[in-house]
């Protein structure tokens, strides 16, 4: 059975840093498209960042130059980390295959004060 579970969210100020967690079992990261995605109240789930099993790495213009994505195959998890985040940012935070392909964790709250 597969399961994602996230964490590392919180409240920041904005300008701070935060790293999240998604550690998974029942699938491997190290063989799959992973990504994360958040979903801001009132807005459709995005898809913010994205690994490839190669280790290429993608993000949408909004976090582009401030969020990294990275992975452990040792320890099947994907990382995101957000440096200058933005009041915008906040939103709670999922990790998924790209595209999905699991059902959804329960996901991190990440609020950032303006």
């Known amino acids: 059975q597969v399961q994602l579970v996230e964490s590392g969210g919180g409240l920041v100020q904005a300008g701070g840093s935060l790293r999240l967690s998604c550690v998974a079992s029942?699938?491997?990261?190290?063989?799959?498209?992973m990504g994360w995605y958040r979903q801001a109240p009132g807005k459709p789930r995005e898809l913010v960042a994205g690994?490839?099993?190669?280790?290429?790495?993608n993000y949408a213009d909004s976090v582009k130059g401030r969020f990294t994505i990275s992975r452990s195959n040792a320890w099947n998890t994907v990382y995101l980390q957000m440096n200058s985040l933005k009041a915008e940012d906040t939103a709670v935070y999922y990790c998924?295959?790209?595209?999905?392909?699991?059902?959804w964790g329960q996901g991190t709250q990440v609020t950032v004060s303006s």
């Open positions: 690994i490839t099993r190669s280790g290429s790495t």
């Open positions: 998924n295959a790209v595209p999905q392909r699991s059902s």
């Open positions: 029942g699938f491997n990261v190290g063989v799959n498209t």
